[in-house]
């Protein structure tokens, strides 16, 4: 589904943050990312979902190479992937509900057909009495499970997680990484960036280990 | 009601509602915060714009009104005018020629004018004068045609002009064509501050949309992370500067109507004055601007409120192209 072939990236003309990037991610596989602060976990996401183009090497998503394609092709193939951002990126004039529907919203479907669905997430993620309130006034674990709830409200093929447990309780990133788990069954591919030893242990799951600049797969 | 009308009615009540400024910018759920588009200095600027585009396209309007009623007039009337010579009576040379052109086929009416009313033609260019009596004026005689049956002018010009060497004959053609010229130069002219206008309102919104494209840069890239195509992130801000060249048309057009509805007033009080407001009140007939005039004005509303949304949806367009 996802394969990468010597894939390098630098940022401008600075140094090669990743190097020869050789992995294969296949449909309903479950992934941690991980690697110390810095080795370029949030930036191997980040080809993951097309917001950069790798220096070198090639990328297929799902089949495709992003780098083919339209502004509107490449539109259709987000829409396939739902990413939890390190810092959240939600929309501060819109409230906790509106942003996680947007992923719904942007693809022109009808409010009436959703807004249950939404609803029930956000009451899953424990944000059922914080749905009207603004980003601004949400603590930085409600923040988190409201990326979260975005990310997955489109029922994506493949999951990108950036830190998705930093800033909740050890309780509530059990409960969150179990969403994770839930969604994988049926069928997601999910690949989560992470510091967290504790929840890597827990959760026994493959390893993608970024050192150097260099991947390797660990488990 | 019938079914169609059923369905046109609903149809219609669909469209407004979907271009009432409510439904458009609902505060709290705008993609794209409404106050991040229209700062109230592009509305003032578009209520100008559209202002001036009103004011040119109802004078150019009014003016090709009134000129072609004179061309009607004009049509449907000739006239004769016999030049003064010396030791002539005049009185009756123009009643002979009055009988002779009376005989003529196509000829409804002959009304000779008498030498006060031909005098009173001239008193805008010579002021009242009792001296004008003793002056040799040509006299007129005014024809009204048979327009149904016209007659063969030229014929009747050849005739008139060998039986009486003084009398010269007018059929307005002259007139017409200069009319026709004045109010054309005039369109032209009306045209050329419309497409001016058009092109400062273009370039208004495009650099609006760009200023409105930056300040919310965070947002666009959000909504192309969730999947979002140009073509929505486009109609998140073509239906704001669409709220904001309707709400501004109707402003300027607004404006614009009570100064045509003003203009007859003003225009009778200037009436008293001299040759320049006669001339003027020439120009524009009773100034009165009729229905389509106003009718006028709203298209130029609705050009004003597309060329605002279609500019700034190419303009998203152009500037999305740039990012990726
Ligand atoms: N936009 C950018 N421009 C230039 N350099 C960048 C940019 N983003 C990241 N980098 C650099 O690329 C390297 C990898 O950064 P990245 O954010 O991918 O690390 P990370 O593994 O996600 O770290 P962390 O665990 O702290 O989130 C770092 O050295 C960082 O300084
Ligand atoms: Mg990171």
């Known amino acids: 589904m996802i394969r990468f072939e010597n894939v390098g990236l630098r940022y401008g003309m600075g140094p090669e943050v990743l190097r020869d990037i050789n992995f294969h991610l296949l449909p309903g596989s479950f992934h941690f990312l991980t690697g110390p602060s810095g080795a370029g976990k949030t930036t191997l996401l980040r080809l993951l979902f097309m917001a950069l183009r790798p220096s070198r090497g090639l990328t297929y998503l799902f089949g495709q190479n992003p780098t083919d394609q339209t502004t509107g092709e490449r539109a259709e193939l987000r829409r396939r992937i739902g990413v939890v951002f390190q810092d959240f990126r939600l929309l501060d004039h819109l409230t906790t509900w509106q942003n996680v529907a947007l992923p719904l919203r942007v693809t022109g479907r009808d409010e009436a057909d959703y807004k249950d669905d939404v609803t029930e997430l956000l009451k899953w993620v424990g944000l059922g009495d914080r749905m009207h309130a603004f980003p601004a006034i949400l603590s930085g674990g409600e923040k988190q499970r409201a990326a979260i709830a975005r990310a997955v409200i489109g029922k994506p093929e493949l999951l990108l997680a950036d830190e998705p447990t930093g800033n909740v309780d050890p309780q509530m990133a059990n409960r969150l990484l179990r969403l994770f788990v839930e969604l994988n069954k049926l069928g997601t591919s999910i690949v989560i960036a992470t510091h967290d030893q504790l929840l890597m242990e827990q959760f026994k799951k493959p390893q993608l280990v970024l050192h150097d600049g260099h991947l390797t797969i660990r488990g | ?324």
């Open chain 2, 1 to 324: 009601m019938s079914v169609i009308e059923t369905v046109r009615a609903s149809w219609v009540m669909g469209a407004l509602r979907s271009v009432t400024p409510r439904s458009l910018v609902r505060a709290h759920n705008a993609i794209v915060p409404h106050d991040s588009v229209s700062g109230r200095s592009l509305t003032v600027v578009i209520a100008i714009m559209c202002f001036l585009a009103c004011l040119t396209a109802g004078a150019v309007h009014l003016v090709s009104q009134s000129a072609n009623a004179w061309t009607q007039d004009l049509a449907s009337e000739i006239t004769v005018q016999i030049n003064p010579a010396r030791d002539v009576d005049m009185e009756k040379q123009v009643t002979l020629i009055a009988l002779f052109l009376a005989k003529q086929p196509g000829v409804t009416r002959v009304s000779p004018l008498s030498v006060d009313q031909s005098a009173r033609l001239l008193e805008p260019w010579l002021g009242q004068n009792s001296e004008i009596a003793s002056l040799p004026v040509p006299r007129l005689i005014a024809i009204e045609i048979d327009r149904a049956a016209l007659p063969d002018l030229e014929g009747l010009r050849v005739a008139l002009e060998e039986t009486f060497s003084m009398a010269k004959l007018d059929d307005h053609r002259r007139w017409q064509a200069e009319i026709r010229t004045v109010t054309r130069s005039l369109a032209l002219g009306g045209i050329t501050v419309l497409v001016l206008v058009a092109a400062a309102t273009i370039a208004t919104i495009i650099s609006a949309t760009r200023s409105a494209m930056a300040s919310n840069r965070e947002i666009i890239e959000v909504l192309h992370l969730v999947g979002a195509k140009d073509q929505f992130i486009a109609s998140e801000f073509e239906r704001h500067f669409l709220v904001v060249g309707i709400r501004a048309g109707l402003m300027g057009a607004g404006a614009a109507a009570l100064v045509f509805t003003l203009l007859p007033l003003v225009l009778h009080l200037l009436g008293q004055g001299g040759l320049a407001a006669a001339e003027f009140k020439r120009l524009l007939g009773d100034a009165i601007l009729d229905p389509l005039g106003y009718f006028v004005l709203f298209l130029v509303v609705v050009v004003v409120a597309a060329l605002s949304m279609l500019t700034s949806r190419y303009g998203v367009y152009a500037i999305l192209k740039t990012y990726s």
